[in-house]
């Protein structure tokens, strides 16, 4: 798609609130531009940073992606999960979030097998980081519909409905996910509940990002979300739902989240939204040339796509659902924006900024789960950048902070 910066930008220019969002933007990149190392940093900023927690996003399929066909190929890069998950320990993480595809969890007779997944679960344990399991229709990494023609054809009976479309509980694919979902939700029960902190049933749900444009609807994500609440009931294991920083699909969540609630008031605490916080994108040239910009400027302009996203924070805090970041931008947006991840006073200033937009408290350590480890491992296993080791040795010194 052809975008005319120049236009686009003129017209950012006319929407009420713009100067102040764009100075405050600018304030706070040159904030985070004055610290010269990660002791200065954390020094500067140790009481709000004793109230997150920072935490990873993990593909096992990405993670082989990264190594096999990815700019960093190496065939001599040894993704062992031993090695992984042994860096993820040497880096403090005590949560991680990730998802189960369906195309790697069902056997011939798409019944779920837990075969692919159990090592990894296995090393979550071993190392003590508590897992946050994504097993949706959609879940996370593209194409975020993570199932193959196959196994389509055979849920649909060979009439497939591709083309952008909204999915409800009655759809059969629908029907196929929620009960895939209930033999996942056994597994962990049996084999990992000690291990589980959280169940995320879909990912990003009521946007058609994604290759095959689909969403679900309210419907489907109120049973997919009441699946989740009634499997773990007594039991701690929280119930998370994320969205973009974007007013329509965060209050389309905050919906579903609030009908449950009124069905199971006493639940509220075990709620979770997580939001997902860019600063490098195909739109991050609006608020100045230097491409200075991320998702958290666009829910401060007073737009109707993203101008109510701080009314949504707010109403469901005073519900008792807590907020959290299910994706924190330290991966490049290829070809263009290579700097996420690889740049210590970036990372400082997205850290920031998601900070201002969280609900930061003393009754609970945020999670803050980065995203983008997988390239970072592979540059990690090579001979790593100043930057990048000062990236590391911040995430670390942050998870190592006492309350």
Known sequence: ??????????????????????SELMKDWEYAHTFKS???????EKHRLSKIQLGFNFSPPHMMWVKEE???????????????????????????????????????????????YDKYLEAFRRNKIKAIINPGLKAARWPEIHITNEILNRIYNG???YGRRTIGSNDPLARFVLGFQNEVYAWLKRDFLDVLSVIQPENEPMTDFGALKWKVNKDYLFKSVENAVKTFEGLDVGVLLNSPMAFGSMRDIDDVFISVLKKYPNIGDRLIVGVNHYYKHPYSFLFSNEDITDTYAFTQLDLGLFGSLKR???????EGIKIMTTELQVEPWYPEWRSPGNNFNEFVFVLLRNMKFLNLNDTWKT?????????????AMKTPSKW????MKTVRTINNLSD
């Open 1 to 22: 798609m052809n975008i005319n910066k120049d236009v686009l930008r003129n017209v950012v220019k006319l929407v009420p609130g713009y100067r102040s969002v764009k």
């Open 38 to 44: 990660p002791e200065e940093f954390i020094n500067k």
């Open 70 to 116: 990815s700019r960093l190929k190496d065939p001599k890069l040894d993704i062992s999960t031993k090695l992984v998950f042994d860096w993820f320990k040497g880096l403090g993480f005590k949560i991680g979030r990730m998802e189960i595809r369906i195309d790697r969890a069902v056997d011939k007779d798409l019944r779920f097998s837990s075969e692919y």
């Open 159 to 161: 009439k497939v409905p």
């Open 312 to 318: 949504e924070k707010e109403r469901i805090v005073s």
């Open 367 to 379: 999670p803050m789960l980065l995203w983008g480890m997988e390239e970072m491992y592979a540059n």
């Open 388 to 391: 990048l080791r000062d990236i």
